[in-house]
């Protein structure tokens, strides 16, 4: 499975990379910005993208739409902070399929996961 993180902070990245990576056969791949991130998803097709809303160059509810427009399929979960809520409509609108609020549990995020792909992880 591949996973593409997009959040601009490292620390963020690496918590969700961390939480993942005990996935079995999990590739996990990362993008600083909206725009990194719709490159790389046309590069790469990963399964999976954790989304963060709020990022320089190109937010995450324009990514996440951008992406939608480019793969109907895409399976996007947005990770939001507290007071971000009013965007999760939109989110959800475009086709994204859940959302985490940060500060999140691993086993939260991996539920997130399960939904979205439909598969059951341990």
Do not use: W
């Amino acid at each position: 499975m591949k996973i593409l993180i997009v959040d601009d902070a490292k620390l963020m990245r690496g918590m969700i990379k961390t939480a993942v990576s005990k996935i079995p056969e999990t590739i996990v791949l990362e993008a600083e910005n909206g725009e990194d991130a719709i490159q790389l998803y046309r590069a790469t097709k990963p399964d999976l993208v954790t989304m963060d809303i709020t990022m320089d160059y190109k937010n995450g509810v324009d990514a996440a739409r951008e992406i939608m427009q480019t793969d109907p399929s895409a399976h996007i979960i947005m990770v939001t902070a507290l007071g971000q809520e009013n965007l999760l409509k939109e989110c959800i609108d475009i086709g994204v399929k859940d959302f985490i609020v940060k500060p999140f549990t691993r086993e939260r995020l991996l539920s997130a996961i399960s939904k979205a792909l439909n598969i059951k992880l341990a």
